[in-house]
């Protein structure tokens, strides 16, 4: 059985960008492989994050992906920082990355903006800890969003070098599994941005635990173009809003653009944003509903998640005790 592992900050709640783009490939890959799936709280550190909230976000974040269908008993869900094989391997892989490899990160000069020499030293070799996180269990199969393609192709070049530096062919490569349909979810704002749980406007995007009005609203509010929808896919080109939207109503609705707009096209935005509205209401209200109820239980939470970490120490330290040997460490 192929491995897979992956991770989500807790650095907000997550929105349907994280749920269609990651999220709902979790539940389904739970089927058909052994998962591992990590709330990132080292890597949500990178910005400074108030730390009641932090703790709070973390059990928040734990709540939502079991109310998204993550199965306990199937899946190992964790925090990452109770797993100490993901910084032991993190320390090793800052000294295989090269400089010239972190520097052509996107998502570093994105978050970084324009004051550089303001950021963490974290957040600049955030994609190392990223590529240990996988490492560490020598998965293979790593189901995430399009903005996550670059730093997972960094993960390859770092295994593969320690691979050929200490002479051995311990790493596996890395599969990025990414969707077709809606794997970059774009603002409500502004279809060339990302939706972001950490976007200062909550108006930019829709979060799983938003209500019905609130969905409403923001779908009501979000930006679109004066024509209506064309009938085929690829009249959407040079309309990034009017493709957003599409793409989410495709993802929502497990179908393709092309199915929407054989359905929609031709039609005004205001008919089609109804439309979707209520459909993100009928798939949002079931997780909305059970995060809420498993969040009245906070010592079951923490079970889950102190369960999930003993299963994933129990892979990682003897696969990190293996490279630390490798590396030359009196062990
Ligand atoms: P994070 O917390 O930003 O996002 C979690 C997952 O959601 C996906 N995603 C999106 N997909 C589509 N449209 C969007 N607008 C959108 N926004 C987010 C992300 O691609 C991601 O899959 N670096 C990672 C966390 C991480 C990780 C890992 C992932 C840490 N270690 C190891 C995989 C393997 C991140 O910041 O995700």
Partial sequence: ?????????????????????????????????????????????????????????TLEMAATLLACGIDP??????????????????????????????????????????????????????PNL?????????ATRVPVGDDQRQHLELANDICEKFNHDYGVDFFPRIEPLILGEAARVMSLRDGTRKMSKSDPSDQSRINLTDDADAIAQKIRRARTDPAPLPSEPAGLAERPEARNLVDIYAGMAGTDAAA??????????????????????????????????????????REV???????????????VAHVERLVGFLA
């Fill in 130 to 138: 990223m590529a240990a996180d996988i490492a560490a269990y020598r």
């Fill in 305 to 319: 998640l102190a369960g999930g970490a003993a299963q994933a120490r129990a892979l990682a330290d003897p696969i």
């Fill in 73 to 126: 008993a199937r899946s190992a869900l964790f925090a990452q920082s109770a797993v100490h094989a993901h910084v032991r391997l993190g320390w090793i892989f800052n000294c295989i990355a090269r400089l010239g490899w972190l520097n052509r990160m996107t998502q570093f000069k994105d978050k970084a903006g324009k004051d550089r020499e303001a950021a963490s030293a974290g957040l600049y070799v955030y």
């Fill in 260 to 301: 929407v707009l054989a359905e929609h096209g031709g039609r005004g935005f205001g008919a089609f944003k109804d439309a979707l509205a209520g459909l993100l209401v009928a798939r949002l209200a079931p997780i909305t509903a059970e995060t809420t109820r498993l969040l009245a239980d906070e010592a079951h939470l």
């Fill in 1 to 57: 059985m192929q491995r897979v592992l992956s991770g989500i900050q807790p650095s907000g709640i997550p929105t349907i960008g994280n749920y269609l783009g990651a999220i709902r490939q979790w539940v389904a890959l739970q089927d058909t492989h052994e998962c591992l799936f990590c709330i990132v709280d080292l890597h949500a550190i990178t910005s400074f994050q108030d730390p009641a909230k932090l703790r709070a976000q």
